[in-house]
């Protein structure tokens, strides 16, 4: 029995004031520690990890607490902060809201694959034609999950968080699916959870905390330290996954590797590159499987990008991981990360045959299923547009349609509406003040 399943038959742990937690299941695990959920719904325990993956007694819990709680946060933020340290045992106990769930749950991890194959999973008509049936499988979860317009949601929300705490002049520093929360259903919420790694940033280079995957060239390598450009990077390869499902630096270099490389005495192609190809791929050394420029690593797999990024995010993704990849200060600052999500998720409809998602402005027919694209109402002003489902009969129109475009007020509701397709009609609920004259409303019919 491992450490961790201990837990579930000890005694309670108790923090410094003397509330009592029992562990109820394992949220999320990085290289850093492991988060528990707790009986209570609204809390939950990190405890940090040394290299073996066991708890690390070593750690000073009380020096890092004191350097968070002294960190000048934003007002508001949905960070969460340590709340209390354990008495007797490493770790502290933070907030954590109720139905929340790490951004992982997009992933078709082991667990559920098995589940899915396990369960002899029938594929509906538009999957059964794919021969590769575990990326059908792997569809089938992303639908199932929200498909793309659910993850850009998540992201644009994320990305909010993350400018607001750059703007601060702090560094998050180990951005990834296990650190970012959503909430379940039709919930809006969306919090970081883990923030020891949370400081002002510094310009010289030094130990950096990354997860494997995520982390920006220069702190894989030992160039450089943890800075709002190296976040920006990891969010990006976050962004990437789970829009597309595959990784910006896993492509055919990688997956298809000539004869002549990638062997384990192969010889480095840079000096101070490492001989395993994943591993060189995720320190910077081989190009973008979308690279521009080169196409010697292109990818193999994973989602068309016109389906699931508008032209403005793919160009991010080109400047972050193409000329961003050799000079960081290339890469675009999460503001422009938040305002592109967001006026993606905008432009996105759900197919209300198979339940994915796609730019309404780019298609007619469903690019999975081909069925006609439903009917929407645009809504749009000088300063943006959003498109809404014809079968909704209410709206909340939110603050950035009407305003410039806020971090922290942008998915706020500005107004609400009552909405009537077949007698083209929106009006304001009542008690809501008129819409202004610069709101424009398009009824647009299925298939057009």
Sequence with gaps: ?????????????????????????????????????????????????????????????????????????????????????????PGYVMRLLNGMKPFNAFDLDGRAKKAQEDGNVALPEWLARIQDRDMALRLLHYAGTGSTRRRLFALAKCAAILARLHSAGLVYGDISTNNAFLGEGASRDVWLIDADNMRFEQSSAGSAVYTPGYGAPEVVRG???????????????????????????????????????????????????????????????????????????????????????????????????????????????MAFWALELARAFDQSLECT?????????QHENCPYCRAPRPAFIRARTPRWEISIPADATEAALPHRLFHPFSFEHND?????????????????????????????????????
Excluded at 268 to 292: H, K, N, T
């Design 412 to 448: 706020n509701t500005e107004y609400e509406a009552v909405l009537n397709f077949s007698t083209k009609t929106i009006t304001p609920v009542r008690g809501t003040r008129p819409f202004p004259d610069n709101l424009t409303v398009e009824f647009v019919g299925a298939g057009q």
């Design 1 to 89: 029995m491992s450490e961790f399943d201990k837990h579930r038959t000890q005694a309670p742990l108790a923090d410094e004031y003397g509330n009592v937690h029992q562990i109820a299941d394992e949220l999320a695990r990085g290289g850093q520690g492991v988060v528990f959920r707790t009986r209570d719904a609204d809390l939950a325990i990190k405890q940090p990890l040394d290299p073996s993956g066991q708890p690390d007694r070593r750690a000073n819990m009380r020096d890092r607490f004191r350097h968070i709680r002294l960190l000048p946060m934003p007002a508001r933020v949905p960070v969460s902060l340590p709340l209390a340290i354990l008495r007797d045992q």
């Design 223 to 333: 160039t450089g330290d943890s800075r709002p450009r190296t976040d920006c990077w990891a969010f990006a390869v976050m962004a990437f996954k789970m829009l597309a499902l595959c990784h910006p630096f896993i492509g055919k270099k990688v997956l298809e590797p000539e004869d002549d490389e990638g062997g384990w005495d192969d010889k480095p192609a840079e000096d101070g590159a490492p001989a395993d190809l994943d591993e060189r791929a995720y320190a910077g050394y081989l190009p973008f499987v979308d690279d521009e420029d080169d196409d010697s690593n292109e990818s193999i797999g994973g989602l068309p990008r016109d389906l699931v990024a508008t032209a403005g995010l793919r160009r991010l993704f080109q400047e972050t991981f193409n000329a961003g990849r050799h000079h960081p200060h290339r890469r675009p600052a």
């Design 353 to 361: 045959a198979c339940k994915m998602s796609y730019l309404a402005h």
